[in-house]
């Protein structure tokens, strides 16, 4: 007989008296649409990147290439919050049809654009659509699994995430040299419409909300108000290569000044976007404030990594991608086997502890014993970072499913998503910054420096050497050594104060229904 599982359907916010049952086909029916709409979502923030130039030379548009990035970039992120309230209040499926519907048709408009403006609008629009795609699908998950089962089914969600980072680069730069770029946006139909169909047939038995509560517009104008210029500035990081500039300093404070704004509103309002009643959840708090500080880590060093394997290791861009799949693997590795001792033990708390402190030691390994002189090491070092990851990501997802209501979850998960995407944004901003004014600094020591120019840890950190002085060049190996051995120390930082806030973590026992 199929197993069955309880989701938890027994309270005022759904339909129905009694709960419903799903067979363990019904469920893996279901997460195969969600699975789908997830690849898609990692799938396009690393296809793309592979494939700018080639874009901003078709289109004539290189001024504009980083926009390119940005608009899903943003959009996709002060989206995911408003997503993830609405289908709390008309429900998972109608919500995260018409998410994966706009995404769809915005990937149409990318493929057929004529010029960089027209590119860069509908990459907009495929970011509003796109920042429903994680958000929803975790609280759907949250619909029919229970917490104390759900460590079974996290592992599949990690690979798929995990696959797609693998894969994105991959085939991006393999449409751009052999086919075309506008391929990268023609995958996502076929893709879409597979997702359209299991979703709109798997998710027809979800619950749906009873009554249809009020949408707090003004609340979710101001979280779009708030969160677009801090993300602004936070990409101008790194072309200014420091914090402390007006294109970066301006945006941040108001979008700081307009944060404000949100908490005051949505203190006061009668139906909030994002209630912030659910902060004093000392499960939900804790559990946001970690997801924070590990994604600051855990982004900065997928882009950071590789980087330090070229320039430390001088290892092609290709080489240093394949060094980066033991820290892919790790993850996933990771991922799955924190999800079912989670689900054998019904204990989660230990996992993401455990997680931050192996964080902590690799990324001090990585300061100490350096990247690029020795695949065993590089291999271990990386390898056990991606496990370190693995351990923190489904670990700290379940409790806050458990902590909360059901008429909570939509909102609740989204805004750890939510500062899951802002947490990496902040740290590559941060880490970069550092990166660059480190590069800086060790290269006014070396003779024939001039020659780098005068933002010299930019041109190193985007290797762009070519014409330079080769006796300047030839003496950054230190310099280069030195800078990101400083970096690595402050991601080790930042990852003992996540170890540190772990230690706050609850542990309650897991719902089995």
């Known amino acids: 007989m199929a197993e069955q599982v309880q989701p938890q359907t027994e309270t005022a916010a759904v339909t129905g008296p009694q709960p419903l049952a799903f067979s363990r086909n019904e469920i893996v029916s279901v997460l195969s649409g969600l699975m789908l709409a997830m690849f898609l979502a990692g799938l396009d923030q690393t296809i793309v990147a592979t494939s700018l130039s080639t874009m901003a030379r078709d289109l004539q548009g290189w001024a504009l290439m980083s926009w390119v990035v940005t608009a899903y970039l943003v959009a996709s992120t002060v989206t995911t919050p408003i997503y993830g309230r609405l289908s709390d209040i008309y429900g998972r499926r109608p919500v995260l049809l018409a998410s994966i519907g706009l995404f769809v048709a915005a990937s149409v408009l990318c493929a057929l654009s004529q010029t960089m403006l027209q590119l860069i609008g509908a990459r907009l629009l495929q970011g509003i659509g796109g920042g429903g795609l994680r ?6 998950i949250a619909d029919i699994i229970p917490p104390r089962e759900r460590g079974k ?16 680069p991959v085939l991006g730069g393999f449409f751009a040299d052999y086919l075309s770029w506008h391929w990268i946006f023609w995958i996502n139909v076929p893709f879409g419409v597979l997702a359209i169909v299991l979703c709109d047939r798997n998710m027809r038995r979800l619950p749906l ?12 104008l101001l979280i779009i108000a708030a969160t677009t210029p801090i993300l602004l500035g936070l990409s101008n990081v790194e072309s200014a290569g420091a914090w402390l500039r007006p294109s970066v ?14 908490l005051v509103w949505e203190r006061e309002a009668r139906a909030p976007m994002i209630p912030l009643r659910l902060f004093l959840n000392r499960i939900f708090s804790v559990a946001s404030f970690i997801t924070f500080t590990m994604s600051m ?9 590789p980087l330090a394997f070229e320039l430390m290791g001088g290892l092609a861009p290709n080489q240093a991608g394949l060094r980066l799949i033991p820290m892919t693997g790790g993850t996933v590795v990771g991922s799955y086997i924190a999800g079912q001792l989670v689900t054998r033990t019904g204990r989660y708390r230990v996992y993401p502890i455990a997680g931050a402190g192996v964080m902590t030691l690799m990324c ?24 370190s990851f693995g351990f923190q990501l489904s670990p700290v997802i379940v409790p806050v499913q458990n902590a909360l209501a059901l008429e909570d979850t939509g909102i609740g998960l989204a805004v750890v998503m939510f500062f899951r995407l802002i947490g990496g944004a902040f740290g590559v901003a941060l880490l970069t910054a550092l990166l660059v004014s480190q590069l800086n600094a060790a290269v006014l020591g070396i003779p024939g420096h001039e020659a780098l120019g005068v933002e010299s840890g930019l041109a190193l950190m985007r290797m762009d050497l070519e014409g330079r002085s080769s006796s300047a060049v030839a003496g950054l190996g230190p310099a280069v050594r030195s800078a990101f051995d400083f970096v690595f120390y402050c991601a080790a930082a ?17 719902r089995g229904r």
Do not use: C, H
């Open 135 to 140: 958000s929803v699908s975790q609280a759907a």
């Open 153 to 168: 089914y996290q592992g599949y969600f990690s690979s798929v995430m995990a696959i797609s980072n693998v894969l994105g």
């Open 209 to 220: 909300p009873r009554r249809r509560g009020r949408i707090d517009w003004i609340g979710a």
């Open 249 to 262: 300093l301006l945006p941040v404070l108001i979008g700081g000044a307009l944060t404000a704004a949100l």
């Open 297 to 305: 880590v855990m982004i900065a060093m997928i882009i950071l990594v």
């Open 364 to 387: 001090a390994g990585m300061a100490l014993f350096g990247l690029g002189r020795s695949i065993v090491v590089d291999t271990a070092l990386t390898a056990g970072l991606g496990l």
């Open 494 to 510: 930042i990852s003992a104060v996540t170890f540190f806030g772990s230690l706050g973590l609850k542990e309650i026992p897991l």
